[in-house]
């Protein structure tokens, strides 16, 4: 048997493993895939049992997508512009190719609309705020993007970052301080601020005033839904987009990258019974 696996901490909202296993058992494919939850101190261990295990390859979720990238002895061209991975490959001569399918399926609802966003604001800057913030500004040519962190410091790092790939202006401020001199076409959430022990909250409670009418309000969050941020944007009549697309588009460029197939059409099926 195969084996696969997710690695996160804490891992308790994932939808993975039910996703993937229902794909191996669609395809009649003799493999399991499974939540491995790392603390930040036991990381290098963790990886090393990985390892020890025979593991084929694995997803990375908070808080290792930038952590992951010197454990790997090669990247994709994607995940090297990017900076985070959350997919490895493990080739059988032992070396690790690391991947970004959360570009791909953070685009994938959005791709109809990318040409009416003009200006975008991201709240984070953490792995997967580097895929969407690369992802827009590479695909939508906006006219500005906004980057807003509780530690500035990162959102400052991940503007240095972008401005190699665009020229599209970038503003970064910390979360604390932001008020918003814009009215956003596409506001995206991409902290970890309404889910666990954070559910609840919201990571922009003065939505109204960064928003117009047309504005969407996208939450990369699957669990729970809708969050916060998404009943406020619905409260406000708002277009609203959770993470559920883009977790399984990220998770079906995932299965092909290790098994050469996309999951099968019902995978969403299972997310009514989750
Ligand atoms: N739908 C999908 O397929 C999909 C894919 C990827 C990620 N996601 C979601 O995206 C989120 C982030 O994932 P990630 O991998 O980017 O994690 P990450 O690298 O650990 O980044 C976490 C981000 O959340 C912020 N944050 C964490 N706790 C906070 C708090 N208490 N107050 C304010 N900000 C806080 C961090 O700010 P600091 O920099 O200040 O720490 C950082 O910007 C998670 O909710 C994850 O489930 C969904």
């Not at 990985?50 to 997803?59: Q, S, V």
């Not at 994709?76 to 490895?88: C, F, S």
């Not at 493990?90 to 685009?107: H, K, M, P, S, V």
Request: aromatic share 10%; net charge positive.
């Amino acid at each position: 048997m195969k084996h696969y696996a997710i690695i996160g901490y804490p891992l308790g909202h994932t939808f993975s493993p039910a996703m993937h296993n229902h794909a191996f058992k669609h395809y009649g494919i003799d493999a399991v895939y499974e939540p491995r939850s790392i603390p930040p101190e036991g990381f290098e261990k963790g990886l090393q049992q990985l390892r020890d295990d025979g593991i084929r390859g694995f997803n990375i979720t908070i808080p290792y997508k930038q952590r992951i990238l010197s454990h790997l002895q090669k990247l994709d061209t994607l995940a090297e512009k990017i900076g985070a991975v959350n997919t490895v490959v493990c080739r059988e001569d032992g070396r690790w190719i690391g991947y970004n399918t959360d570009a791909y399926g953070f685009l994938l609802p959005l791709r109809e609309m990318l040409k009416n966003i003009r200006n975008i604001l991201v709240l984070g800057a953490g792995g997967a705020a580097r895929a969407v913030a690369f992802s827009l500004v590479t695909e939508a040519a906006p006219a500005s993007l906004t980057l807003v962190n509780r530690t500035p410091a990162r959102a400052r790092e991940l503007k240095s970052a972008l401005e190699e790939h665009t020229a599209v202006p970038i503003k970064c401020y910390d979360s604390a301080s932001f008020k918003s001199d814009v009215k956003y076409d596409l506001i995206v959430n991409t902290t970890s601020v309404g889910m666990g022990r954070m559910r609840g909250e919201s990571p922009l409670p003065g939505l109204a005033s960064c928003v117009h009418e047309g504005s969407l309000v996208y939450d990369l969050i699957y669990n729970p839904s809708p969050t916060r941020l998404l009943e406020q944007a619905a409260a406000l009549h708002l277009k609203t987009l959770n993470g559920l697309p883009m977790l399984i588009g990220q998770g079906s460029r995932a299965f092909y990258l290790w098994n050469g197939l996309y999951f099968p059409e019902d995978v969403g099926n299972i997310f009514s019974t989750a």
